[in-house]
């Protein structure tokens, strides 16, 4: 299974402009878009890579 992150909700991507969708049109996406945090995560990824991911969030949330 594969999940899409996408940092700009899909109603202000510039692909859909032409729909006339605005800022606020759809707030709880937007609301998401700015407060998710996407972590990687995939079979191939390597124990120093996981490593690394670690050690930047105990950086950020202390």
């Known amino acids: 299974m594969q999940e899409v992150y996408y940092p700009i909700p899909c109603h202000l991507q510039p692909?859909?402009?032409y729909l006339g969708y605005?800022?606020?049109?759809f707030p709880h996406a937007?609301?998401?878009c700015e407060e998710i945090v996407s972590?990687?995560?995939?079979?191939?990824?390597?124990?120093?890579?996981i490593e690394m991911v670690?050690?930047?969030i105990t950086a950020i949330i202390g």
């Open 22 to 25: 605005q800022q606020g049109d």
């Open 39 to 49: 972590l990687p995560m995939y079979p191939g990824i390597s124990e120093e890579q």
């Open 15 to 17: 692909a859909y402009r």
């Open 30 to 32: 937007e609301i998401l």
């Open 54 to 56: 670690v050690e930047q």
